[in-house]
């Protein structure tokens, strides 16, 4: 099985998770007189099958992922330069955004004197650098996938 599968039938098993315990949710009460329109005690005999299944490609996947290399490191170094890249985008458009006064136009009324803001940031120069680092995570991205659909899953 490739990593990539492997991915795809952890996303289903968490899903199927959450889907078990909503229903277990549903039907851990019922009106005297009635009964429950599922067996809950079934629910949950099926949400344990289903979590074992999850842990264990939980941790096959993490295994996977530290014994990978990618570029000079593993698979899971280039999963965290990743996530920090998307942060610090966002984190450097939102200043951007903020410096441009997004709908603001830079004037503000305020009791019939105009206030004109000026932007404490290179707002320009800023949205270089989130275009940059927008190029750098879609690049890292594509290597994580490309390697996703090239490796092994490991035991």
Avoid: C, F
């Avoid at 290399?69 to 899971?76: Q, Y």
């Amino acid at each position: 099985m490739k990593l990539a599968e492997a991915l795809a039938d952890r996303a289903a098993a968490s899903r199927r998770v959450e889907q078990l315990r909503t229903r277990i949710v549903s039907n851990a009460r019922y009106q005297e007189g009635e009964s429950p329109a599922e067996d809950p005690q079934q629910l949950l005999v099926e949400v344990g099958e289903a979590l074992d299944e999850l842990e264990s490609l939980i941790r096959r996947i993490n295994l996977t992922n530290a014994a990978v290399a990618v570029g000079d490191g593993t698979l899971t170094d280039a999963l965290a330069r990743r996530d920090v890249l998307r942060l610090r985008h966002a984190v450097v458009t939102a200043a951007a955004d903020a410096a441009a006064g997004r709908d603001q136009r830079g004037v503000v009324r305020q009791l019939r004197s105009e206030l004109k803001m000026l932007a404490a940031l290179p707002v320009a120069e800023l949205r270089r650098q989130a275009d940059v680092l927008a190029r750098e995570t879609r690049e890292l991205d594509v290597r994580i996938q490309r390697t996703n659909w090239e490796a092994d899953l490991l035991d």
